[in-house]
């Protein structure tokens, strides 16, 4: 594809979604002097990472615990890469557990370690050894990072050639052993202790495994990283992390169009042409979707266009779990909480604002309680039934919520709440799925590289999944594929160049 020679007023790249990947994926090649065009069929930008208001109080439809902003890490990549300032969009999380009965502070890593001796002396040894390795482990997936994010094996191949594969067991030790193990068979490696094993598993919820079916490494990066580098919150609410790269966007020629949902990929002959938009043509030799890969392949693109056994395989992949959310105003000061709690002993989290004055006026809080749930037990929307359930998710977690926050029930100003159903509506991922789909050791991700020529994959559908870091990383695999790997040793490195 030669982009230098496009066609008047058409685009060198049209993204299908403004998920965070997306974005990510289009603030990218934006730069890179790509013309871009983003279509999102909702009124705002974000997906998943995006905010509401309710009176004088935001909320944000997920994402409050951000990881990938430390040194090294590909979000804070991405930030250096499009010179937005790391402090203006996140705070760090001030992070807490409840385990029967015990308040544990895991906001760094020096404290939690503190408390798990406290209460695990036995296991002292085995503490510093976990630790030890997983830090190890850690280091090493993100040494020497060229492109600022791990690559899949595909890529370590097409990029730095078959060698680099072949050495990876050698220069990756011990996350090449995170990476052959289950999380369980870790911590049965390092502990007896069945309860500081469920501690350990405290934020598997990100997730959405259990430790038998979670490979050891997704633990590593999406869980254990939390208390190695915390956790952050996107101030004044998540919206404005995706509004910011929607502006970038449109700061170098792009454009993004809201309210513009795609009906059709459309494809000639094996290759992407362009997508269309009820009866409008936009053209473009590239296509990203950044909507999930099931609604991409099956309805976007049609079983028309593809292999009979693709078809069949997207169709059996199964989607991750989804959660209930209430959301509430108080007109509490309670500056004083940690952001984030995470209460074991009752299955729910909460994320507490009173600090931000984006999310809540001066003496108030935004507050945010969920709870895993089942798509399907909740009936169909607008229904007398799925009031009902509704209603009965948010008092039972109001009533929980109220054991941390006495009196919380009495100072709810605004109050709202999401079940799966919901989040399926407003970004039309099936099920309402947290990472759309299920992130265990048994599930294989689709490839970005599509067999449709020009159409690529970008969201937490494909490598490396669910959460605002794995599909930053997403992203920018996307971008530097279409770019071109900019690498002596890569096989088509120059094959999209713009310049
Ligand atoms: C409740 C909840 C809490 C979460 N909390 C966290 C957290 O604390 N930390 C964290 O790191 N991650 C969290 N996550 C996960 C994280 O938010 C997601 O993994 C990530 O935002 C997904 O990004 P994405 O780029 O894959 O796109 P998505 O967010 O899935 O967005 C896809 C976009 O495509 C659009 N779209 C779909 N079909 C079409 C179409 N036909 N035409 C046009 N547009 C279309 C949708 O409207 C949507 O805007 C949470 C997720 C949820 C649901």
């Keep these: 594809v030669d982009v230098t020679q496009k066609p008047k007023g058409e685009y060198d790249v049209i993204i299908v979604g403004s998920g965070i990947a997306g ?14 065009l983003v279509l999102e069929q909702h009124h705002k930008v974000g997906g998943y990472c995006s905010s509401f208001k309710r009176k004088d109080f935001v909320f944000n439809t997920g994402v409050e615990n951000v990881s990938g902003l430390w040194e090294k890490g590909p979000v804070t990549y991405l930030l250096k890469e499009l010179g937005f300032k790391k402090d203006e969009l996140f705070a760090k999380n001030r992070m807490k557990y409840i385990f029967k009965g015990k308040e544990i502070d895991a906001s760094n890593l020096e404290e939690f370690i503190k408390v798990l001796l406290e209460m695990f002396p036995e296991e002292k040894d085995n503490i510093c050894a ?3 390795e997983a830090k190890k482990a850690y280091e090493e997936c993100y040494k020497d990072l060229v492109y600022g994010v791990p690559l899949p094996a595909e890529l370590i191949v097409k990029v730095f050639g078959a060698k680099k594969l072949l050495d990876y067991p050698k220069e990756h030790p011990h996350f090449f052993d995170w990476m052959n193990k289950t999380y369980k068979q870790k911590l049965d490696e390092f502990f007896t202790n069945e309860d500081l094993k469920t501690l350990l598993c405290a934020l598997l919820g990100y997730l959405g495994t259990k430790p038998e079916e979670t490979r050891a490494s997704s633990a590593l990066t999406a869980v254990v990283s939390y208390y190695l580098h915390g956790g952050y919150f996107p101030k004044r609410g998540a919206q404005r992390f995706a509004d910011r790269l929607k502006e970038f966007i449109e700061c170098n020629s792009g454009k993004v169009l809201t309210r513009h949902r795609v009906d059709k990929i459309i494809v000639e002959k094996g290759e992407v042409r362009g997508v269309r938009v009820g009866n409008k043509i936009f053209k473009s030799p590239i296509v990203v979707a950044n909507a999930n890969a099931k609604t991409t392949f099956l309805e976007l693109v ?24 209430v959301f509430l105003g108080v007109d509490m000061d309670l500056s004083s909480y940690p952001t984030i709690i995470e209460n074991l002993d009752e299955g729910y989290s909460i994320a507490i604002n009173s600090n931000d004055s984006g999310l809540a006026p001066k003496g108030k809080a935004s507050i945010t309680i969920l709870t895993g749930a089942n798509y399907h037990d909740f009936p169909e929307r607008g229904t007398k039934e799925y009031l009902e359930r509704k209603k009965e998710f948010a008092e039972m977690l109001i009533k929980k919520a109220g054991k941390i926050i006495p009196n919380l029930s009495k100072h709810i100003v605004v109050q709202d709440a999401t079940t799966p159903k919901t989040l399926e ?6 099920e309402g799925a947290i990472y759309a789909f299920d992130q265990s050791i048994n599930t294989k991700r ?27 990383i997403s992203g920018i695999i996307c971008a530097n594929d279409i770019y071109g790997w900019n690498r002596r040793g890569c096989k088509d490195g120059n094959e999209n160049r713009k310049n």
């Design 130 to 132: 976990f630790f030890d």
């Design 302 to 325: 049609g079983e028309e266009n593809l292999d009979r056994d693709f078809v069949e395989y997207i169709k059996k992949l199964k989607m991750s779990p989804s959660c209930f959310m």
């Design 425 to 430: 509506r407003y970004t039309s991922m099936p």
């Design 446 to 472: 689709p490839y970005f590289k599509t067999p449709i020529k020009g159409l690529y994959l970008a969201s937490a559908s494909t490598f490396p999944g669910g959460g605002i870091e794995a599909v930053v």
């Design 23 to 36: 974005l990510t994926c289009g603030a990218l090649l934006s730069k890179r002097g790509y013309k871009v």
